[in-house]
């Protein structure tokens, strides 16, 4: 009789602790542990020019929006200028780039923990939106790099971002022959380019009209909700077991 006793108590404990397992906490409206994010997303009025769609809810303040704008910023020092002038074209979307990294508070599921000494969080395989990703290599194409790998081997001993030496200056479409190759490579896979377009409710939109609201959050919610919805469809056999030992104990 003890033993049976024993055993039930082990079990509901277990029960409890399967039926309210999640994978993560917070996947929405979150920002990262990095660099110049904010601790929580809230409204920032006052956010600069490309950057201003995320006035309502953003991770990034007004300072940072507007450092987001300038060549070798005291964000990263980097220097988009590494092999010339950039395009002003091309520039355009680097600078989008910096204000969805730094302002939006709907990249929760992709968060990963990472041990570097300027961030404790990164994000991996963002699915960026096919058309975002079309144009920003489009508009690319006809400037310059030196470097499939933004992230790292630069030379950094004048302050900012330099060719390392034995590297050459060539045309984007050398370095990345392919939009997926630009938006997947250029950030140690940050951005995982998407099937899906704009406006579809599955993939980030770097560029959107503010006047519709944020389309991203919809998307942050879909993948959220798949996330923990593959977990708890993993938890099911575990959860049947646990309920047949149950009726067999209290037989
Ligand atoms: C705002 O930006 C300036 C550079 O323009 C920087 O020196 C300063 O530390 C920033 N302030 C904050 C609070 O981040
Ligand atoms: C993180 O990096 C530090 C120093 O480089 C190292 O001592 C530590 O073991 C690393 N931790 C993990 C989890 O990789
Ligand atoms: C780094 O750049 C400096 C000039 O800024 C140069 O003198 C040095 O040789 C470079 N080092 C490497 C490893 O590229």
């Not at 790292?152 to 392919?178: E, I, L």
Request: aromatic share 14%.
């Amino acid at each position: 009789m003890a033993w049976k006793t024993t055993w039930l108590l082990f079990l509901v404990v277990g029960a409890a602790a399967v039926w309210t397992a999640r994978p993560r906490t917070e996947l929405l409206n979150v920002c990262m542990n990095a660099k110049h994010h904010k601790e929580k997303p809230g409204p920032e009025d006052k956010l600069h020019e490309q950057c201003s769609p995320w006035k309502k809810n953003a991770c990034c303040s007004v300072n940072t929006s507007r450092e987001a704008h300038k060549d070798i910023s005291y964000l990263y020092r980097f220097n988009w200028d590494h092999c010339g002038k950039m395009e002003p074209a091309c520039k355009r979307h680097f600078i989008q780039d910096t204000c969805l990294y730094e302002c939006s508070p709907n990249l929760g599921p992709w968060i990963q923990e990472v041990n570097q000494s300027w961030r404790k969080e990164r994000v991996l395989n963002v699915p960026l939106c096919k058309e975002d990703c079309q144009i920003w290599w489009e508009d690319c194409r006809t400037s310059y790099t030196c470097k499939t790998n933004w992230h790292k081997g630069w030379n950094w001993t004048s302050g900012y971002n330099q060719c390392p030496v034995r590297t050459a200056c060539h045309r984007f479409d050398f370095y990345f022959p392919t939009p997926a190759a630009l938006c997947n490579e250029i950030w140690s896979h940050s951005f995982k380019v998407s099937n899906y377009g704009r406006g579809s409710g599955r993939c980030i939109q770097m560029w959107f009209d503010p006047a519709q609201g944020n389309p991203n959050e919809e998307v942050a919610r879909f993948y959220a909700e798949t996330m923990s919805g593959a977990g708890l469809r993993e938890a099911w056999p575990l959860r049947f077991g646990l309920v047949l030992m149950l009726l067999w104990l209290l037989n």
